[in-house]
């Protein structure tokens, strides 16, 4: 009896050792994340912060590979499909938790096919107009689009994203017919907005900040039920009439399930004291982000929370997909 516990031990000590090591040696070659948008916008943007301080933590390059489609889910199907070695790994969006309630067919089951690792930051959406737009604020755009029905356009960064479901929201709200463009991110949707192709847009405060501060875009309000730091004269919706209306953007880090939990936890840890740089932080307020550095399990806990939440969201905005 006393020489088949010694066995068991022994080969508990020697998996441990070896997962023990399996983590020392990760990562030997280079780390794949791909960003489910083109280059330009908040999630890449997040994502390039993020990796540069990954490659100088783990000494291997971090890759960032654009692909954008679909709402995001292009990109997440390619990353729930890899190989769960640590190798790949998705910067993730609030999309990702709305996408399951409003496509009829998805090829990946966002719960159950990636593994959070953690949130990296939270960024408020702010809704903004071209300059020359007949509206100064809230009331102003709802008094304008209810006096000219299904004449306005908004733009979103994809079907089934965050910024569409807000745009439905405002309509469901305000009581307003707006015809809905998405486009496949906020890069292209930004330079349509401010070329008079579209009316509005919903996008985070990441990427419209540069172009209100150069007078580009004009904001009329954010999505959040607090104020942005960066935009700290700009009312929430709440304050201009739309009580309860709350909607922020988060974006974090998930790896194919089944990747080693030693992986998972190293990279969290790292992700955790890159978000905590001061050359980080200021980065992350530049544009209007607030870092986060949450850890797995807090993370999963979000994603499962927020997919009840907006299946609501989108069932009373009769939101879908095929």
């Known amino acids: 009896m006393q020489s088949v516990i010694r066995t068991a031990v022994a080969a508990f000590a020697l998996a441990l050792g070896a997962g023990t090591a399996f983590a020392q040696a990760y990562p030997a070659k280079p780390i794949r994340l791909i960003v489910p948008f083109p280059p330009g916008g908040t999630t890449d943007v997040l994502a390039r912060t993020v990796g540069q301080k990954l490659t100088q933590a783990l000494g291997q390059p971090v890759i960032i590979e654009n692909r954008p489609g679909a ?49 990296v930051a939270i960024v408020p959406n702010v809704l903004v107009v071209s300059p020359s737009f007949p509206a100064s604020n809230v009331q102003e755009l709802v008094a304008y689009a209810r006096a000219n029905p299904g004449k306005l356009t908004y733009a979103s960064n994809g079907n089934g994203t965050a910024h569409h479901l807000i745009g439905e929201q405002f309509k469901a709200q305000t009581g307003t017919s707006i015809v809905h463009v998405p486009y496949k991110g906020s890069a292209p949707a930004i330079t349509d907005l401010m070329g008079g192709q579209v009316s509005m847009m919903f996008d985070t405060a990441s990427s419209a900040l540069p172009y209100i501060k150069a007078g580009k875009l004009k904001p ?71 870092p986060v550095g949450n850890t797995p399990a807090q993370m999963t806990a979000q994603i499962k929370e927020e997919v009840t939440r907006f299946g609501k969201l989108v069932k009373e905005a009769r939101v879908s997909m095929d």
């Open 71 to 119: 709402g995001a889910t292009i990109g997440a199907d390619a990353a729930a499909k890899s190989a769960p070695d640590g190798y790949t790994l998705l910067m993730g969006a609030v999309h990702h938790t709305i996408a399951p309630n409003v496509y009829k067919k998805l090829s990946y089951d966002f719960q159950k096919d990636l593994t959070p690792v953690s949130v």
């Open 220 to 290: 009329l309000a954010v999505a959040t039920a607090r104020r942005s730091s960066a935009l700290p004269d700009v009312p929430t919706l709440a304050e201009s009439g739309l009580p309860g209306f709350d909607i922020a953007s988060w974006f974090g880090i998930l790896a194919p399930a089944g990747t080693p939990p030693e992986i998972v936890n190293r990279l969290g840890t790292e992700i955790t004291r890159a978000l905590a740089l001061p050359d980080v932080k200021k980065q992350f307020a530049d544009i209007g982000a607030e």
